[in-house]
């Protein structure tokens, strides 16, 4: 079975990055959509960016359009995302999930394998 793991979440200043890290031991995450989402306390779920299985086409979210970048690097198997100018509404549990879907779907329900999320806190 899929387990996605994330790293590289922390405690960055309001206009700060950080990049994140999905990787899943034994299995080829090119053959899976990735998604990566988002939860703050008290608020549900959200989609924030996703890349296809089939052509690499890429998702976001209007949040974050234009500050986060999501890619693969096939060598090292890992799907990133990468957040700039992070703002305080950026900070949740940031966690990636696996599609069979060739393309990116905002549906939480088509993603069947999640990680455990790695915590992104903005503050000054």
């Known amino acids: 079975q899929l387990h996605p793991v994330e790293s590289g979440g922390g405690l960055v200043q309001p206009g700060g990055s950080l990049r994140l890290s999905c990787v899943a031991a034994?299995?080829?995450?090119?053959?899976?959509?990735i998604g990566w989402f988002r939860q703050a306390p008290g608020k549900e779920r959200e989609g924030v960016s996703c890349?296809?299985?089939?052509?690499?086409?890429?998702y976001y979210s209007d949040s974050v359009k234009g500050r986060f970048t999501v890619s693969r690097h096939k060598v090292k198997n890992t799907v990133y995302l990468q957040m700039n100018s992070l703002k305080p509404e950026d900070q949740a549990l940031y966690s990636c999930?696996?599609?069979?879907?060739?393309?990116?779907?905002?549906?939480?329900?088509?993603?069947?394998?999640w990680g455990q999320g790695t915590q992104v806190t903005v503050s000054s």
């Open positions: 999930a696996a599609s069979a879907s060739y393309y990116c779907s905002a549906s939480i329900s088509t993603y069947s394998y």
């Open positions: 034994g299995f080829n995450l090119d053959s899976w959509s």
């Open positions: 890349i296809s299985q089939s052509d690499g086409g890429t």
